[in-house]
Every structure is written in structure tokens, then in C-alpha cells.
């Protein structure tokens, strides 16, 4: 083992290994970067080439290649060992495959299931065509491993068990799931173009499956759910191709779906990367972080691409981070590089900072000097309080009060108010746990429930359909309590956010539906998580009745999912 370690060391440097995590800086003799590990505005994290190793002088963490793989990564040494061995091209024992762990045994299924959807789309020609269609080259289609999985049931689980793996171990992978039989499963993935999740070495950790044709039966999307593997909160896809992209230009593009991604680097702008079924978290965003000081938003014109990039840029800029948004006319990237791909580059190359485009917005919308200020207070007041950078934020505070005609003073006062109601949280603490996310994004719902119900009585507009959504979901006298509870002024901004979510779109309708329909699965989610923890402890008794039972139940949240996202 010593002798491996030795041939690793003398292949690999630590600039080498630190620099494809970090954005390193010249500092005499050595490097220094902001340190990974824990939050700081100036970087006490040293690399030394000549000594072969890092230490940071902040949280006094150090040593040589392989520790800062266990540590950035989270792996034990076997596995840092593996990682730095692949990268040095350093044959290492070979394990006997009945001693393999089972991270190793799913990584092997899941290569063998992308191999399947590969050569299923070498077989459906149809397919082939739609994806060119949709502007794919073949070369492109094979540098991201593109599949297609058949309309059939269990295409997938039979050929996994021919080639020896086990029903436990396919679903432990999220790749089947139980049926209203005990021992009974289906494909989760059926009739879909599969687009492979990968960790950052490239390893395959999930799918991200893509409805077929025009029948969206089970949602247009559906990802792998949350496994040993696949920690959606951390996945970028597709990071292990845009990295070195990403540290090189010192620049990230945050899109929202797979076929922008790629239809982006095939356009040349590969530090492009999505996330996969979850929404930004502060992971995403330290990992960004340890490579480039800019992270720019192309998200859909729409309300929930709206939300997410206020959301998404609020965190951004509490990290320190530059946050711009890229200029493009109601469209997907993906079709407006089908249409043009000049138009995305120029788009990408003439990315605003997040203020300034949002204020450009306000006063297109905002034609009213009182609506303008108001829309200020309540959008824009919380992003300035977000710049860590002093200098940067005064400059952009100067620029929204002669823009808005607001006194500088007046805006300062708003922020030392954001500064002491709501007090910045670290992204680079360890993302909460799943339940609580959960919680969380359910409790965002309900407050955009609460401004667009607030919002539709006092404009008088959609009300019928608005009060018919809340008797069937959260309940008016359950809504109205959770207002009383709120104060004036949170009132008036969960209102005001609506107005502007909501009073120029043209889909106001199904805007209110997806809303609502966003709200009950949420609550299918929560008795499903319940469910299966239940399930789990009546297989562990061995209660195979109540599993049945416990079974059935599932299967018939999960039906009611399925029918809420083909609605």
C-alpha cells in the first residue's frame, strides 16, 4: 500500500489536486485561497509546493493530497486513494468483488444501467432523430452518455437480473420501485430520454429521465430519488465536465434543465451546469464557490423562475459571491441556441449584476413612483443586505436610489432593519436535513399562498378560482388564522410579491393551478415519508401483513403524485 502511496505522490502534486477544487493565487513562493472548510473573507488557506502539502492558519486543518481529498470529498482513505489513484493512472489491488462495499456495487449497477439506456437508444432510431431534432449532434449525445429507456414495465430490472444484481440492491440504486404486492416492482424510468447524474470524477449517481413524445404521463421530468449515492442538494450536473471550465474563466452559468446544460456547451459556454431536482442549496453554492468569484442565473421568465432566481440570488450574494443574470427574451436557452447560438453568447457576455437587472425590471413594471419604491423595499432591499462587500454595496445603493428616486439615507435605514430582523445565515454551515428542507420549502408555499390570496381578494382578480384552490387544499379558516398570525408588513410583502409574480403573466390560471398543485404534493410527500418509515420497521419485525398493507398505501400516494404532475 506504502508503495502506491509513494507512486501517487510522485505523479501528483498538491497544487495539482487543491487547484482542480480551488481558485488559487500566487502568494510568493506558495498559493492561498479561501479556505474550504470553513467561512472566511480573506483567505488563510496556504498551499506549499515545496513542502508538498496545505494548512490553514484560520481553522488550523492541513496535510498532504490525500487528507484534503478526505476532507473536501467526505470519503474515508480507501476511497481518496481510489479517487487520487484514477486521476494519477495508478493500478491499485484489485478487491474481490464479494468484499466490494456496496457505494462500489451501486456505482457498478449504475454503469451497467447507463450502458442499457445507451444501446436502447442506438436501437430506437426515432428517438435519435427527435434529439437531433432538438438540435443534439452524435457527438454530443455520446459525451453525455444520452439514453432512452423502452415504454415497458420492467425492461431494466430484467436485464439487471440477468446480469446478477439483486432486487434490494436495484432499489437501494432508485431504480425500481415496490408495487401494491409484497415483492412486486416496476422501473421507475419508463418511456423517458435518460440523461446520466454524475459526481465530479464522472461517476454515474442517478438519472434525470425525460418524458417521450407528448404523452407527460408521470411528469415531464422525473430524477433518482435521494440515495447512498445521489445526495440531490449536491449534484450539479454536469459538473466533472464544466470544473475546469468553471475555474478557468472564473465563472459560473446556473440553467434550469438538462437540454439548456447541453445545448450550451455545445454552443461552446461548457462552465454551464443545472441542479437535478432540488432547488439551489448552499452546497451548490460552496462548490461553486471554491472554484470561481462569479455565478450568473439564466432561469425561465416565469414566476417559479422568478422565485428562484431572488431565492437563488440572495444565497449567492450572502457567499461573497458576484451574482449576474443573463438578458434573454422568453425563452429557454436551449431554443434560443437552437435558433440562434449567437444570441446566447451574446446574452452570456452581456450578463447584468442581479440589482441592476432586477431594478431595469421593477421600472418597466412599476410605472407608478409609490409602486416603484414599494417594489424596492420588498425585492430589492433584501438582495442589497445580502452584499458581504461593502464597496460593491454601497455603489449599488447609490444606483437604486437614483434610479427609484429614493434618499440613500432612507434605503440605508431599510437595510440596518433587513440586518436586525433577519439575521444572515451561513451557507457554509452543513445543509439542514432533509426533513427540515422539506418543512421549509413547504412552508415557502404557504406563504405564497397566503400574498396570492391576499393579492386576488383586494384586486378582484381570479377570485373564485384562488378561494375554490384554498377550500380544497390548505382550508380558509386554516389560511385566515395563519394571516392573523402575521404582521401588517409581512402581510403586505407576501402581497406584494404575488402582484409581482402574478398580474402580467398571461397563464395566471395554471400559474394558480401549479401553485396549489406544488402545495398537495408537498402533503403527499409528508405521508409518504411517514409511510415508508413505517414500512421499513414492520420489514424489520417482520410484519409481512402490515408491510403489504403499508405497501399498498404507498403505491397509491405515489399514483396520486403521478397524476398531480400530469395534470
Not at 480551488?22 to 488557506?45: D, I, Q, V, Y
Not at 423502452?150 to 431504480?175: Q, V
Not at 419508463?190 to 404521463?217: A, Q, T
Request: proline fraction near 2%; hydrophobic fraction near 35%; aromatic fraction near 8%.
Amino acid at each position: 500500500m506504502s508503495g502506491t502511496v509513494e507512486k501517487i505522490k510522485s505523479r501528483l502534486g498538491i497544487v495539482d489536486v487543491v487547484s482542480s477544487y480551488l481558485k488559487l493565487e500566487k502568494a510568493g513562493g506558495n498559493f492561498k485561497a479561501p479556505c474550504p472548510f470553513h467561512n472566511e473573507k480573506t483567505p488563510s488557506f496556504f498551499v506549499s509546493p515545496g513542502r508538498d502539502s496545505y494548512h490553514c492558519f484560520g481553522c488550523n486543518r492541513g496535510g498532504d493530497i490525500f487528507s484534503f481529498i478526505e476532507e473536501i470529498e467526505g470519503v474515508e482513505f480507501r476511497e481518496a486513494l481510489k479517487i487520487l489513484a484514477d486521476r494519477a493512472g495508478v493500478e491499485i489491488e484489485k478487491v474481490d468483488p464479494k468484499t466490494q462495499g456496496e457505494k462500489e456495487r451501486l456505482f457498478k449497477l449504475l454503469e451497467e444501467a447507463t450502458e442499457f439506456y445507451k444501446e436502447n437508444l442506438e436501437l430506437n432510431k426515432e428517438v435519435v432523430s427527435y434529439l437531433k431534432k432538438r438540435g443534439l449532434t452524435e457527438q454530443t449525445i455520446k459525451d453525455f452518455k444520452i439514453g432512452y429507456v423502452p415504454d415497458e414495465w420492467r425492461s431494466l430490472l430484467t436485464h439487471l437480473e440477468k446480469k446478477g444484481y439483486g432486487r434490494d440492491l436495484i432499489e437501494k440504486a432508485g431504480m425500481i420501485i415496490p408495487g401494491d404486492k409484497h415483492n412486486s416492482h416496476y422501473d421507475r424510468f419508463r418511456n423517458r430520454v435518460m440523461f446520466p447524474l454524475s459526481d465530479h470524477m464522472g461517476r454515474v449517481v442517478g438519472f434525470s429521465g425525460r418524458i417521450y413524445g407528448n404523452d407527460e404521463k408521470g411528469g415531464k421530468y422525473i430524477n433518482t430519488p435521494q440515495t447512498l449515492l445521489y445526495d440531490k442538494s449536491r449534484i450539479l450536473y454536469p459538473y466533472h465536465l464544466a470544473k475546469e471550465a468553471i475555474r478557468k474563466k472564473n465563472e459560473c452559468i446556473f440553467v434550469e434543465g438538462q437540454m439548456d446544460v447541453i445545448m450550451s456547451h455545445q454552443a461552446g459556454i461548457t462552465n454551464t451546469v443545472a441542479v437535478s431536482g432540488t432547488a439551489l442549496t448552499a452546497d451548490h453554492l460552496n462548490i461553486i464557490k471554491r472554484l470561481a468569484g462569479t455565478i450568473v442565473f439564466a432561469f425561465d421568465s416565469d414566476g417559479a423562475g422568478k422565485r428562484a432566481l431572488l431565492r437563488g440570488g440572495e444565497m449567492a450574494l450572502a457567499t461573497g459571491l458576484n451574482v449576474k443574470v443573463v438578458l434573454i427574451d422568453k425563452k429557454d436557452p436551449a431554443d434560443l441556441i437552437l435558433e440562434d447560438k449567437t444570441k446566447w453568447l451574446y446574452g452570456v457576455k452581456g450578463a447584468k449584476h442581479i440589482v441592476e437587472y432586477i431594478m431595469e425590471r421593477l421600472i418597466e413594471t412599476q410605472k407608478e413612483s409609490r409602486a416603484l419604491k414599494q417594489a424596492v423595499n420588498t425585492v430589492l432591499v433584501p438582495l442589497l443586505s445580502r452584499i458581504e462587500n461593502k464597496i460593491d454595496q454601497a455603489h449599488f445603493v447609490t444606483l437604486v436610489s437614483q434610479k427609484a428616486d429614493i434618499p440613500e439615507k432612507a434605503l440605508r435605514e431599510e437595510l440596518e432593519k433587513v440586518d436586525k430582523e433577519t439575521p444572515k445565515e451561513s451557507v457554509h454551515q452543513k445543509q439542514k436535513e432533509e426533513q427540515t428542507i422539506v418543512k421549509e420549502r413547504k412552508e415557502r408555499i404557504i406563504e405564497e399562498i397566503i400574498g396570492l390570496y391576499l393579492w386576488s381578494m383586494k384586486e378582484k382578480i381570479s377570485v373564485d378560482e384562488v378561494a375554490r384552490e384554498v377550500r380544497e387544499t390548505v382550508g380558509e379558516d386554516e389560511l385566515k388564522k395563519r394571516i392573523q398570525k402575521l404582521d401588517k408588513n409581512k402581510q403586505t410583502e407576501l402581497e406584494f410579491k404575488a402582484e409581482l409574480w402574478y398580474k402580467d403573466s398571461d397563464r395566471i390560471i395554471d400559474q394558480i393551478h401549479e401553485l396549489f398543485d406544488s402545495y398537495k404534493a408537498e402533503v403527499l410527500r409528508d405521508k409518504s415519508t411517514e409511510l415508508f418509515k413505517k414500512l421499513k420497521e414492520a420489514e424489520h419485525t417482520q410484519d409481512l401483513k402490515k408491510a403489504e398493507e403499508y405497501q399498498k398505501e404507498h403505491f397509491k400516494i405515489q399514483q396520486e403524485l403521478d397524476k398531480l404532475k400530469n395534470q
